[in-house]
């Protein structure tokens, strides 16, 4: 989850300060058939697991925020099976980290969830939805930046390299059917805090 602190790093400046753009959940819908392109194209399946990561405030009325968001989720769940959690990482950002085999359902409980933060106000707050794919045992991302709002690739690899080439090749693929961020400095690694584990881990 080193995201932010390369934000701090590029912009000298905090990431819950930068975050500023109203996000716009629709840009998620992006990601239905995205899906469908990265395995029918480049042999990439679901990682089966999404999640969307957001700034905290203190206060009671984002507080009941957050929970309006649980209880919609809670209630997709009995109709699409989707499971959930709601954490805190260890660089104090919270995560709503959703599970389902179906990439459909991924996609719209994350929309769900972020339409909700948007229409009490709390658009501001979100940073990025994360989307997570798998090929011969190498992941890759597409993820969302809601203050950029555009998409870019993330292909981490062993000793917190990142694989170049496969994050142009599914830009090349991508674009056009995803908004694909042009300006490369702003494609920022979400390192996990652990070896192996996904960037919500």
């Known amino acids: 989850m080193g995201i ?7 912009l000298g400046t905090s990431a819950e300060a930068d975050a500023t753009r109203d996000a716009d959940p629709e840009d998620l819908f ?6 469908v392109t990265m395995e029918a194209d480049l042999g990439y399946e679901s990682v089966d697991a999404a999640a969307l990561c957001f700034s905290g405030v203190d206060s009671t009325d984002f507080s009941e925020t957050v929970a309006d968001v649980e209880a919609i989720l809670g209630a997709g769940e009995e109709e699409t099976g989707t499971t959930f959690d709601v954490r805190e990482d260890s660089h104090g950002w919270e995560w709503v ?5 179906d990439p459909e359902d991924l996609v719209t409980s994350i929309h769900f969830a972020a339409d909700e933060f948007g229409e009490r106000g709390y658009g501001s707050r979100l940073l990025a939805a994360v989307f997570g794919f798998e090929a011969d045992g190498d992941r890759a991302y597409w993820i969302y930046s809601f203050r950029r709002g555009a998409y870019y690739p993330f292909a981490p690899r062993r000793g917190k390299e990142r694989a170049n080439d ?5 830009q090349s693929v991508l674009d056009g059917e995803l908004d694909v961020e042009d300006d490369e400095s702003y494609w920022y690694p979400m390192w996990p805090d652990t070896a192996g584990g996904h960037p919500w881990e």
């Open 166 to 170: 496969v994050e142009f090749k599914l």
């Open 30 to 35: 992006g990601m239905s058939t995205a899906y």
């Open 4 to 10: 932010f602190d390369t934000i701090r790093a590029v």
């Open 97 to 101: 980290v959703l599970r389902d085999d």
